[in-house]
């Protein structure tokens, strides 16, 4: 069985906020497949940008977290979907 992650669950991992701790957690114990969309990493990206825009993080910080994330979460996809 697969586990599709959209935005919501994603942006946690990167932006600290009060739905982190639980969502690193289910991932370090996450037996399904994880199933991540290009329109999913499209949302994320565009929240990342926003904190950008707004001054919350700066581009060192988006990209010092942005690394880490993406590396765990390659540990578990095992599929990508592409919107069309």
Do not use: C
Not at 21 to 29: G, I
């Amino acid at each position: 069985m697969s586990v599709y992650l959209d935005a919501s669950a994603i942006v946690p991992l990167i932006l600290r906020d009060a739905h982190t701790m639980n969502m690193e957690q289910w991932l370090a114990n996450a037996r399904e497949g994880l199933v991540v969309s290009d329109f999913a990493a499209l949302e994320v990206a565009a929240v990342i940008s926003r904190q950008i825009r707004m001054a919350r993080m700066s581009e060192q910080q988006a990209s010092l977290a942005l690394i880490p994330t993406a590396l765990e979460l390659a540990k578990h996809v095992v599929k990508r979907t592409q919107h069309r």
